[in-house]
């Protein structure tokens, strides 16, 4: 729950990781089903975290996309049936410019021009927000995303879902200069991820068995060939844009290794802003601040509006 500021009032966040842990990936309609059983719950504890009764509540935003569409036409079914019964306007909103608005959280004062990443398990962008507030993707990934890089490279390592925290916390005992796994290289800012984790797949099979130092040491090698990959572009990017600020966004940018060499990277470049661990990986919050926005711009949608799964930043 948010308010002008825009300020956090509450978020509630109920992760499906240990539904989806025994099938090593995320399963769309176990997905879409717990999304069902979760809303109404998850939204009145919001309600009560926040000390807010209904009648306080001036508009509902939501999700329309990019993502799940079982679980993205919950969501939306559900708001537009809250903003009915309760004759509210209601605001659908790209969940990819939430990861980058995530960061006026952390700084109210954030404004456009500002250079973003927003890494997640489907989407590695390098985007503009510009002075007019649209937001334009100056760099895409050609095969992998950042987030699909680390949870695939997980399970090649043998680590459990999700991978991406499970390389982050196995790296901490591992040395990131170990193996030289080579840098992703695509043309002008975008991103591949491919090789790298196709590399990752030979040095495994090359050593048939692993001790558990070695494996630590290729979570690390590993890491540290896509976060250099990432922020490699960043500084790219800040060369022709020189940004006032850099934020960084999604659910990679919870990783521990990749917030540290952001700061020594981009630090001196521009004001850094990388949200919470907890408002980096997809939160209600951010959705909330979307809204504010989009209020701001263009106001309500008119009801009906549906869930579009390949959504891009508006
Ligand atoms: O933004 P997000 O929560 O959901 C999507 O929109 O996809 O991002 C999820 C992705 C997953 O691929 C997950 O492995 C990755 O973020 N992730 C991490 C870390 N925590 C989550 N990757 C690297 N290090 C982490 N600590
Ligand atoms: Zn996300």
Known sequence: MVTDGPRLLSNVIRSQDALHAPYGGVVPELAARAHLQTLVPVIERALEDAGTR???IDAVGVTRGPGLIGCLLVGVNLAQAIAYARSLPVIGVSHLAAHVYAGLLEDEQLRPPVLGLVVSGGHSDLIRWQPDGEIAVI?????????????????????????GPAIDKLAASGDPRAVAFPRPRAPGLDFSFSGVKTALLYEVRKRKTLSEQERADLAASYQEAIVDALLQRVEA???IDRAPTIVLGGGVA???RLREAAQARLG??????????ELCTDNAAMIGVAALIEWDRRG?????FDADPSLGFS
């Not at 760099?139 to 991978?163: M, S, Y």
């Not at 001196?268 to 661990?277: D, F, G, N, T, V």
């Not at 309500?300 to 009906?304: K, M, Q």
């Open 54 to 56: 209904w009648e306080q």
């Open 139 to 163: 760099g895409r990934t050609r095969d992998d995303a950042a987030g699909e890089a680390f949870d695939k490279g997980a399970r090649i390592l043998g680590l459990p879902f999700p991978g």
């Open 237 to 239: 990017a800040q060369a």
């Open 254 to 256: 919870r990783n521990r």
């Open 268 to 277: 001196h470049l521009a004001r850094l802003i990388i949200p919470a661990p």
């Open 300 to 304: 309500p949608d008119p009801a009906p």
